[in-house]
């Protein structure tokens, strides 16, 4: 695990940004599966900058979606998809034709988990997983209790995601179930990157960095990675 502290969220974003620009540099028709969430907005803003700018070109990457509500789709305010078009995928112009994304409204999910699994079996490895972590310790919608062997799957959803998650919609939802890539596929990626800011995060990353790995925290499953970058600020790091 390479556990790197940043005085603020921008520092934080910024540095987050610079490691996504490398390996797209490296790879600049790679795989690509970045989270939703109120955590990357900032690296959002700075990938976009760095690709105005001219020092990234994400035009011949493909995007596979990490995660989405059942129920919502594009057109719903707090959606996965919707938050990743508005933020990163629109701004930078992404083609459609290079986005693979949950379609959180499908009448068969479990045939949708497979479309998306057979998505990064034909375009993976992933080159780079970009998380958030929720404070009960999931990384997409992998709850507490998920196996480390599965790939994408129908969730049902933890009480406390469901409560927070109210932060993410304008009107009240009734949610129950998430769509996700399955920790497999995070430990099968070339690099996975896991952000966490504010004092909020603190004591769940604690325990994520105390814990050895184990089904109750999933994110602990990340330790089993070569190339596991733990990205804090200092208020997240506060109780290490
Ligand atoms: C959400 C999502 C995750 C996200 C995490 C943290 O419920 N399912 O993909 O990374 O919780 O979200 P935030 O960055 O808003 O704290």
Redesign the pocket.
């Known amino acids: 695990m390479d556990l790197r502290i940043y005085s603020d969220y921008k520092e934080l974003s910024k540095e987050a940004a610079k490691l996504i620009m490398n390996v797209v540099n490296a790879n600049p028709t790679g795989l690509l599966c970045l989270?939703?969430?109120?955590?990357?907005v900032g690296i959002y803003k700075c990938l976009v900058d760095f690709a105005r700018e001219g020092k990234v070109d994400f035009s011949r990457c493909k995007f596979v979606s990490?995660?989405e509500w059942v129920g919502l789709g594009m057109q719903d305010e707090g959606s996965c998809i919707k938050f990743m078009h508005d933020n990163l995928f629109n701004p930078l112009g992404i083609l459609e034709s290079n986005i693979a994304f949950f379609n959180g409204q499908a009448s068969d999910l479990e045939l949708e988990c497979k479309r998306i699994d057979e998505f990064v079996f034909k375009n993976g490895p992933i080159d780079v997983v970009l998380?958030?972590?929720?404070i009960n310790g999931?990384?997409?919608?992998n709850e507490p209790g998920s196996a480390f062997d599965a790939y994408s799957h129908v969730a049902i959803l933890d009480e406390i995601?469901k409560e927070?998650?109210k932060?993410y919609f304008p009107v009240q939802r009734q949610l129950e179930k998430?769509l996700t890539l399955g920790i497999k596929h995070f430990l099968e990626a070339r690099n996975v990157i896991l952000v966490a800011s504010g004092a909020g995060k603190a004591e769940i990353i604690k325990k994520t960095v105390e814990s050895p790995p184990d089904t109750s925290l999933p994110a602990t499953a990340l330790k089993l990675h070569n190339n596991f970058y733990l990205l804090l600020d200092k208020e997240a790091a506060s109780l290490l």
């Open positions: 989270a939703a969430g109120h955590t990357p990490l995660d998380l958030g972590i929720g999931h990384i997409g919608f995601t927070v998650g932060k998430g």
